[in-house]
């Protein structure tokens, strides 16, 4: 079989925000080491960073506390790993200097936006040609970058990763990629809903798993945005005026329960509008409408100037980003606004944001050799507790926290690959993985992987079973996700793409079985993980993380008590 041997110090799979911070880090940190990222898509294109808001919210100097505070007991619900917490909010403005070196210029830095009532948490923003400058100094300083290549797999030799397993999208051409250390930055698992997140596949999530790294919090995979019907795009605002067809607001029904009156909208994204929006339509008071006419926000001055919805102020102006807004904004009116009726369609839309791949507080997950940053480790690392993550229910988290995991992990990696030689890598495991990779090519009557995504998606967009959970409906999924793993071993392809589909088919199945097995081992409502059979927070059973590891094949869960005796806050 034709197969590229490629040797590097430290290996960083992934282009996106968090792989360029890592792979740019460590550069810097050890310029005597050589540095290579690998991602499917281009140097300066990959990922979400540059498709979103571009929001970078930060913690003044002197200011952590009292965030650190306020997360753990109103978003994180105690399950804050507050250590990692308290890292992260005093480092945020550290990191910003450090990432504005790199080329990125930020908007609105001398006076960034309030954007909390109670806690100092303050916003600026960066323009949709981050990645780009990114990428571009990542070269200027000596990263190596290989493009349109797949990595499906770890190579590990006893309990160390010595390397990764993929394969050019273009030539089907397999590589092997020795290293000293890795870095996992490909991202979290977005089970391919929302058009936005759409590149979240859960390729590293998969591949880490089967390595035998341990895996934490995956029960919190179910962020949802509000989105129109007949445009599938987020609909800002709309959280606020809601109407269903009886003519009344769903989020503000009187018979909600006392432990269910967690915030709903507004600016800490609490998940009950998404439960509430099904409960109307349960109770047959169903379909949802956003009153446009109500709908202050779009015009704003955050709509115009965080959303984009409409034109920005002078000062606030980003021609990269409002170009791709502009374009998507006109795409979306011209469709959803074609008539005079202000009553549009909305329903939930699942972004997932499932990020359980576990690190400590250098990034470094159960694995030797092995270390991680951005949204594939997010709640891995707990520092958000029981909320899905990014955004941890803070709007702009995900870039300053792609590249502040960023720079930790380079800086563990790089002091592993300096002390480490090369591992001695497995002809025989690279032959396996090759073989398993390529089989679906000998298939001929087999499923379309895409067929089998198409059922993941259908069963996680629905809030009973991935928002409002019970027990019944819990099982009801897995027992259908566990029918859709069957026919794993009957997909087919015919080419490179098709072979990187069945990869991410196994990725969407393997996340949605951790998302249900982890969310039936729950059996209390806490943060976004809400039940219907057990409506209370549980601190005396469930003050724990629920840990995920792959023994011999075997998907087995256990878990591991939340140290709060060592943390400064503490259930009332």
């Known amino acids: 079989m034709s197969r590229h041997i490629i040797e590097t110090d430290v290996l960083v799979v992934g282009h996106g925000i968090s792989g360029l911070s890592a792979a740019i880090s460590s550069k810097e940190d050890a310029p005597e080491l050589n540095v290579l ?213 769903p989020s503000t029904r009187g018979d909600l329960d006392e432990s269910l ?110 270390f991680a940053s951005g949204d594939i480790c997010a709640n891995g690392s707990s520092w958000s507790g029981a909320v899905p993550t990014p955004p941890g229910r803070n709007r702009g988290s995900g870039l300053i926290h792609g590249v502040f995991t960023g720079t930790i992990a380079a800086k563990s990696a790089t002091d592993y690959a300096k002390n480490a030689e090369f591992g001695s890598i497995s002809d025989e495991q690279v032959e396996i993985l090759e073989n398993t990779l390529k089989s679906p090519l000998n298939v001929e009557e087999g499923i379309n992987p895409r067929d089998v995504i198409w059922e993941i998606k259908n069963l996680m967009q629905p809030i009973e079973y991935t928002g409002y959970k019970s027990e019944k409906r819990l099982q009801e999924a897995l027992d259908y996700v566990l029918e859709q793993k069957e026919k794993l071993n009957l997909l087919k392809a015919d080419d490179p793409h098709g072979l990187s589909a069945v990869n991410e088919c196994k990725s969407h199945v393997l996340c949605a079985e951790m998302f249900f097995r982890a969310s039936l081992e729950r059996k209390e409502s806490r943060g976004w993980h809400m039940r219907e059979d057990y409506k209370e927070r549980d601190d005396k059973n469930y003050l724990k993380w629920i840990d995920i590891s792959n023994q011999n094949g075997e998907m087995t869960l256990s878990t591991e008590n939340v140290p709060i005796d060592n943390y400064k806050y503490k259930p009332e």
């Open 261 to 370: 009156r967690t915030v709903v909208g507004g600016v800490d994204l609490g998940s009950m509008d998404s439960i509430l929006m099904y409960m109307s339509v349960r109770d047959g008071k169903g379909p949802i409408y956003e009153n446009t006419a109500e709908n202050k926000f779009p015009g704003s001055f955050p709509g115009r100037n965080l959303m984009f919805l409409g034109q920005a102020d002078p000062p606030f102006a980003r021609p990269y980003s409002q170009k791709f807004w502009d374009k998507l904004w006109n795409k979306n009116k011209a469709e959803s606004y074609k008539d005079d009726n202000p009553l549009k369609e909305v329903i939930p839309g699942v972004v997932a944001e499932q990020s359980p791949l576990y690190v400590d507080h250098h990034m470094r997950t159960s694995l030797e050799g092995l």
């Open 37 to 249: 990222t690998v991602d499917k898509s281009f140097v300066g294109y990959a990922g979400k960073a540059n498709k979103g808001g571009g929001h970078v919210s930060f913690i003044p100097d002197g200011a952590s506390e009292q965030y650190i505070e306020y997360h753990t007991r109103n978003l994180g619900d105690y399950l804050n790993d507050q250590d990692m917490l308290r890292k992260y909010a005093e480092n945020t403005r550290k990191v910003i200097d450090r990432w504005e070196s790199w080329g990125v210029n930020f908007v609105a830095k001398e006076k960034p936006f309030d954007s909390h009532p109670i806690i100092p948490w303050k916003v600026m923003l960066v323009d949709g040609d981050v990645m780009i400058q990114m990428g571009k100094h990542a070269k200027k300083i000596g990263v190596k970058s290989m493009e349109k290549i797949t990595i499906t797999d770890l190579l590990t030799n006893g309990d160390r990763v010595v390397g990764a397993f993929g394969m050019s999208l273009l030539t089907g051409k397999t590589y092997v990629f020795k290293a000293k250390s890795v870095i996992l930055a490909n991202g979290n698992q977005d089970f391919s809903i929302m058009r936005m997140w759409a590149s979240a596949k859960g390729d590293g999530i998969a591949a880490a798993y089967r390595a035998g790294a341990k895996i934490r919090n995956a029960e919190f995979g179910s962020f949802f945005n509000i989105m129109q019907v007949e445009n599938n795009q987020v609909t800002y605002g709309s959280e606020d005026c809601l109407v269903n067809s009886a003519g009344e607001n």
